[in-house]
């Protein structure tokens, strides 16, 4: 039932499916003895003295892990005459075995060392850079004593610390330590990069729970890992210590994550509306990354049970408020109110959670070194309460030498409507979008052939799916949100794994464009219509069609299904909806049940009400029509469109 198998059977043409049986002693027997063979060791399979029996009895032993987990455990024990006795003391199942290997590891190495290296690695979001990890064990730790003394002078760490850094300097923990740490824990790491700079991530799942079980279940055990995390990517991210952020790509990436996990709640407010640390992880190419943190602090707060619905002026309240301490060029810009306002730190992020997604499309499409500039402009843009705008007047930020803000004298001092703007391709126009069931995604067909699945928080670009020769006009996920149909002026239609973005079956019997598809609310159905006037029906689940029908006279706009799916509706250029219904014991011979004719101009969508009572449509006439489902008739027309 896991999701790669899905995803890996949906796959088109089919990929071959072998059965593999039980894991048994054969097998178990082979696998141990190429571990150890590997280091030149084996096991006693002699009558009196049966270690690999002893093994191969263990509950667990049918699971391949846990004999690889043994095995390693039997390669690093010392002692051969006691080998027996091991065997015989290695816990049955595969969780208990990996206890007693962190118990074992402990006994091996430095125990602080190895709790803060294990704890990192787990808490992190994509493990640790092991050149990250040997400068993060040489940060002195308040509270927890490193056991370095005589190895490294923490004196000397601290000074080097906060002097060095403006060098890019940090300590590191001496080879001598690193290596038999190193290698004690890489058999369960996943596997390093050929540079030796890869990141540290624990391989298998058991492991890590074993870990968090370990020395993550104190109370507040996760926090304090994290904020030792935070910590040191500040350093990374500012190594001037002057607000700056002229660190690297992935200490501002990370910065946001560990704070928030951290609770350091005050020190991320402040960090998420810092237009200075915003601009740099824009200029690093993570424009959408920055409206995700802001989104998800969004939701760290809301859990906390801060409210923005009021404002206060207690001064016991946690608040933010900027004082003007404007530059000469930007002298002649009003002052903030005399009156401060106080806002919450959620109202906060919320302001500047709608300024950074309004603006994304702007600041991600600037060259790197004008996204400074066009951020602070951006800022200066939004109206005057914004906090925003609060922001980069109140700091007086000013943009590089031979630039300039432009003062906009009668801007809007309304918030704008828009939530985000998704800027997939800029070159060639979007022709149709939706979202998934779920509304964490949405996709895109456009004129460059493709489509494109992003998020509807952030608007990063999550997959593109290529495959069509021609503009894609029409898009829709199915309402399990496993699948997308398209539909191409290529005259064909696709359907894709929503999840893996592979194409599974391409629709082909249409002999001009297609201008629409639609999934039926079981996922079992397609229809699609298109400029040869047909409207076809395809089965969703082998991708053959299943029916073909004609009656209008012109190319066909818009398809949609009936809430329970017994039947189709189409709409044309012809000006006309037709109803047909889909007979469940012959869906080759649909009927047309009803012609709705009321439109002046070709029809360019239609669709069911939530109810399923009305359908909805609309027109190049400039009107939306509601038509009364059981009666065909017009309910009312919507005017005011001028277009």
């Known amino acids: 039932n896991h999701k790669t198998f899905e995803i890996l059977r949906n796959r088109k043409p089919a990929l071959p499916l072998v059965s593999v049986g039980p894991f048994d002693e054969a097998s178990g027997k082979i696998l141990v003895k190429n571990i150890l063979a590997e280091y030149r060791k084996t096991l006693d399979e002699s009558p009196g003295n049966n270690q690999m029996k002893l093994v191969l009895k263990k509950t667990d032993a049918k699971k391949p892990l846990y004999l690889v987990v043994a095995s390693e455990e039997l390669r690093v024990y010392g002692e051969f005459e006691k080998l027996t006795a091991k065997i015989k003391s290695l816990p049955p199942t595969l969780d208990r075995l990996f206890e007693e290997v962190l118990r074992r590891m402990e006994s091996d190495q430095d125990k602080n060392l190895l709790k803060t290296m294990l704890s990192s690695i787990v808490v992190s ?3 640790i850079v092991e050149k990250e990890m040997i400068e993060i064990l040489a940060i002195p730790q308040k509270g927890v004593a490193n056991s370095l003394a005589g190895r490294i002078d923490q004196r000397e760490v601290e000074s080097e610390m906060k002097e060095g850094n403006s060098r890019g300097l940090f300590v590191k923990l001496p080879a001598m330590i690193w290596a038999p740490l190193f290698a004690a824990l890489q058999p369960f790491l996943r596997p390093i990069e050929e540079s030796g700079e890869g ?15 370990k020395y993550l279940t104190v109370r507040g055990g996760e926090v304090a890992v994290h904020k030792l995390l935070a910590n040191y990517f500040r350093m990374k991210a500012d190594p001037d210590g002057d607000k700056s952020w002229k660190g690297d790509a992935r200490a501002l990436s990370e910065l946001p994550y560990h704070l928030l996990k951290g609770e350091s709640k005050e020190e991320l407010v402040v960090l998420l509306t810092d237009l200075i640390f915003l601009s740099k992880k824009c200029q690093h190419g993570m424009a959408a990354d920055v409206v995700s943190d802001l989104s998800d602090a969004l939701v760290y707060l809301r ?41 919450t730190p959620l109202q906060r992020i919320e302001d500047f959670y709608r300024f950074m997604s309004g603006n994304l499309h702007v600041i991600s499409s600037q060259e790197e070194e004008h996204i400074q500039e066009i951020l602070l402009q951006q800022a200066y843009n ?30 809007p001092q309304r918030e704008s409507a828009c939530i985000i703007n998704l800027d997939g391709n800029p070159t060639e126009a979007a022709m149709a979008c939706a979202y998934s069931p779920d509304g964490k995604k949405i996709v895109i067909a456009s004129r460059d052939q493709t489509l494109r699945i992003c998020d509807s928080v952030s608007g990063a670009e999550i997959q593109v ?18 699948f997308i149909v398209s539909a191409s002026w290529d005259e064909s239609l696709k359907i894709w794994d929503a999840e893996s973005g592979t194409e599974i079956f391409n629709l082909s019997g ?6 629409a598809c639609a999934f039926s609310h079981n996922d079992k159905l397609v229809a699609s219509g298109g400029w040869d006037c047909s409207v076809k029906i395809w089965n969703a689940e082998n991708g053959k069609l299943v029916t073909s029908f004609g009656g209008h006279i012109k190319p066909v706009n818009a398809v949609c299904f009936s809430l329970d799916d017994k039947y189709a509706v189409s709409a044309s250029w012809d000006t006309t909806i037709k109803v047909w219904a889909l007979d469940p014991d012959d869906s080759t011979l649909p009927t047309c049940v009803k012609t709705l004719s009321g439109h002046e101009q070709s029809i360019r969508s239609v669709r069911f009400s939530p109810a399923g009572n009305q359908i909805i449509s609309t027109s190049v006439d400039s009107t939306i029509r509601a038509w009364d489902f059981r009666t065909g008739k017009n309910s009312y027309v919507l005017n005011g469109h001028s277009q």
């Not at 206060?312 to 408020?321: D, E, G």
């Not at 060029?329 to 806002?343: D, R």
């Not at 939004?382 to 009668?410: C, Y």
């Open 125 to 127: 979001r994509s493990g």
């Open 199 to 213: 990141i540290l991530s624990i391989f298998h799942g058991q492991m890590v729970e074993a870990i968090k079980k």
């Open 303 to 343: 859990a906390d049970g801060l409210s923005s619905s009021s404002r206060s002026t207690s001064s016991t309240q946690s608040k933010y408020s900027f004082a003007s301490v404007s530059s000469s060029f930007l002298a002649s810009y009003e002052e903030p109110t005399a009156q401060e306002e106080v806002v």
């Open 382 to 411: 939004q109206p005057d309460s914004s906090q925003a705008s609060i922001t980069a007047r109140a700091k007086g930020l000013e943009p590089a030498a031979g630039n300039f803000i432009v003062k906009w004298v009668n801007k």
């Open 465 to 482: 799916l290529t495959g069509h020769t021609n503009w894609v006009v029409d898009c829709h996920y199915s309402t399990s949100g496993r």
């Open 510 to 515: 249409h002999t001009r464009r297609v201008n």
